[in-house]
Every structure is written in structure tokens, then in C-alpha cells.
């Protein structure tokens, strides 16, 4: 990909004074972030205090209003669509949301057709069939190593329904997903979510193993573990003011 380079996989990420205005007052303000690439960032903060909003900015899905920020070397708001091309997001209620009934084989087989599609270039489309099924093979079967997700474990193997898995199952398959477009940065939200003591520890090995391995990662969350770098948001919003603060922000990300 042309472009600004880090010298890492991983994309550094870096904001000041950054902030977003909508319609109905400021989703975030203020906020500043110096992370490497690699890096493993939570955004801490209560539900309804511009969390989502933050994450979905530094990934390039929302246009800030105030202050600088740049990710993997390129500029937001200036540079949104470069940032969407090296970023990815695990889950994100109401923006990546799994379909239920269709199976883990179902899903990660449509990621990575859509991967070959949009990230390759035009010499790779044009490579033997059997060479572009292998390279789709790998991607998947790294992207399943790096998210710890073993087929073989699940009720029904490969054919698994996603309503039927653990809630830690599929926060597993959702960044598999996206690991399968090898972004440098990672966007997950609401990390902690329904999780015990010992899956939030789980989850929070899993996110740490995807940065060392080069993998920038942004996490929102409630409670943020030792040794792990944190951002804290707040707004001064009403609950039905960030209600729709929030639906209006899922819309504007899901077009992105």
C-alpha cells in the first residue's frame, strides 16, 4: 500500500485536543493518545460517554470536528478512506454485527472472498485460481491462529451456528474476521461485555498477543487491566441525548 509507513506492521496512532461534535453536542473532547505501533490502547469510560464514537473516529468510520490525529502516518480528518484501508473492526454493536443463523465457516468463507476482492490488487486477481483459493486458505487459517478460535472445539465444528457460540466464542470469530483483511490497527468494542472474571482475562491475553504481534490495538472497555495504556472519555450528555448521539454515529459508520 503507498502511503505513510511506521517501519512496523502495526500503525502508530497519535491524537491532540481531538474531539467530535454532532448534532446534539460533543460525543468526545479532548482527548490525546501516543501510542507505537503494536501497541495495546483501552478507551475507558461508563457507557454513554463517547466510547464507541472515539473508536470508530481513530479508525477512519467517523469524521472528527477538533484537534489532530493521525494513524499509520496519515491524517484525520484529511486522510479517512487511507486509514479505513490499513484499519479493521472486530466486534462493534450495530456496525459489525455477526448473523446468527449463518455458520463460523459461512462467515469467515464471505470475509475472505471479500478480502481477495477489495485488498488485492489487480496482478493478484489475476493469478491461477488454485494460487488465490490457497492464499484465502492462509489468510483464514492465520487470522483463526491469532484469534485462538479452535474449529475443531466447537459444537459443530466449522458448521457451527453463531448463536450458538460462547459469547467469548464469538468475540473470538469477530476478530478473526477482521484480522482475515491484516489490518495494522484493530478496533474492538465493548470488550469486557458479559464476560466473567476469567473470559475478561482471556480476552484481554488475546488482544495482548495480537499487538506483540505487531498488530496496533484499540479497545474500548469498562475496567482497564494492569500494564495495559488507557484513554478515559467523558461527556456531559443526557442519556436520551446519547441514545441518539449513538444511533446516529452506528448509521454513519455502518455506510463507511
Same mark, same amino acid.
Given at each position: 500500500?503507498?502511503?505513510?509507513?511506521?517501519?512496523?506492521?502495526?500503525?502508530?496512532?497519535?491524537?491532540?485536543?481531538?474531539?467530535?461534535?454532532?448534532?446534539?453536542?460533543?460525543?468526545?473532547?479532548?482527548?490525546?493518545?501516543?501510542?507505537?505501533?503494536?501497541?495495546?490502547?483501552?478507551?475507558?469510560?461508563?457507557?454513554?460517554?463517547?466510547?464507541?464514537?472515539?473508536?470508530?473516529?481513530?479508525?477512519?468510520?467517523?469524521?472528527?470536528?477538533?484537534?489532530?490525529?493521525?494513524?499509520?502516518?496519515?491524517?484525520?480528518?484529511?486522510?479517512?478512506?487511507?486509514?479505513?484501508?490499513?484499519?479493521?473492526?472486530?466486534?462493534?454493536? =450495530? +456496525?459489525? #454485527? $455477526? !448473523?446468527?443463523? /449463518?455458520?463460523? %465457516? *459461512?462467515?469467515?468463507?464471505e470475509r475472505a472472498l &471479500?478480502?481477495?476482492?477489495?485488498?488485492?490488487?489487480l496482478r493478484d486477481l489475476?493469478?491461477?485460481?488454485?494460487?488465490?483459493?490457497?492464499?484465502?486458505?492462509?489468510?483464514?487459517?492465520?487470522?483463526?491462529?491469532?484469534?485462538?478460535?479452535?474449529?475443531?472445539?466447537?459444537?459443530?465444528?466449522?458448521?457451527?451456528?453463531?448463536?450458538?457460540?460462547?459469547?467469548?466464542?464469538?468475540?473470538?470469530?469477530?476478530?478473526?474476521?477482521?484480522?482475515?483483511?491484516?489490518?495494522?490497527?484493530? =478496533? +474492538?468494542? #465493548? $470488550? !469486557?461485555?458479559? /464476560?466473567?472474571? %476469567? *473470559?475478561?482475562?482471556?480476552?484481554?491475553?488475546? &488482544?495482548?498477543?495480537?499487538?506483540?504481534?505487531?498488530?496496533?490495538?484499540?479497545?474500548?472497555?469498562?475496567?482497564?487491566?494492569?500494564?495495559?495504556?488507557?484513554?478515559?472519555?467523558?461527556?456531559?450528555?443526557?442519556?436520551?441525548?446519547?441514545?441518539?448521539?449513538?444511533?446516529?454515529?452506528?448509521?454513519?459508520?455502518?455506510l463507511a
Open positions: 500500500m503507498d502511503g505513510p509507513t511506521d517501519g512496523a506492521r502495526g500503525a502508530a496512532v497519535t491524537a491532540e485536543g481531538f474531539g467530535l461534535k454532532g448534532p446534539r453536542g460533543w460525543a468526545f473532547r479532548g482527548v490525546g493518545v501516543d501510542a507505537g505501533p503494536g501497541s495495546l490502547i483501552a478507551v475507558k469510560g461508563p457507557s454513554g460517554t463517547g466510547r464507541t464514537c472515539l473508536l470508530l473516529a481513530l479508525t477512519g468510520r467517523m469524521r472528527p470536528t477538533e484537534g489532530e490525529a493521525a494513524v499509520g502516518g496519515f491524517r484525520l480528518p484529511k486522510q479517512l478512506a487511507a486509514v479505513r484501508r490499513i484499519s479493521a473492526l472486530g466486534p462493534v454493536p =450495530g +456496525v459489525t #454485527d $455477526l !448473523d446468527p443463523a /449463518l455458520t463460523v %465457516a *459461512e462467515h469467515l468463507r &471479500l478480502a481477495r476482492r477489495f485488498d488485492g490488487s489475476l493469478r491461477p485460481r488454485a494460487e488465490r483459493a490457497a492464499e484465502a486458505r492462509l489468510r483464514v487459517d492465520t487470522a483463526l491462529a491469532a484469534a485462538g478460535l479452535d474449529m475443531e472445539s466447537l459444537p459443530k465444528g466449522r458448521r457451527t451456528s453463531v448463536r450458538d457460540l460462547e459469547r467469548l466464542e464469538v468475540l473470538r470469530l469477530s476478530v478473526a474476521l477482521a484480522l482475515i483483511g491484516r489490518p495494522r490497527l484493530l =478496533g +474492538v468494542d #465493548d $470488550l !469486557d461485555l458479559k /464476560l466473567s472474571d %476469567a *473470559e475478561r482475562a482471556e480476552a484481554w491475553a488475546l &488482544l495482548r498477543s495480537i499487538a506483540d504481534s505487531g498488530t496496533t490495538v484499540v479497545a474500548v472497555c469498562s475496567e482497564v487491566p494492569d500494564g495495559v495504556d488507557a484513554v478515559s472519555v467523558s461527556t456531559t450528555r443526557t442519556p436520551e441525548n446519547d441514545d441518539k448521539e449513538t444511533a446516529d454515529a452506528l448509521a454513519e459508520a455502518r
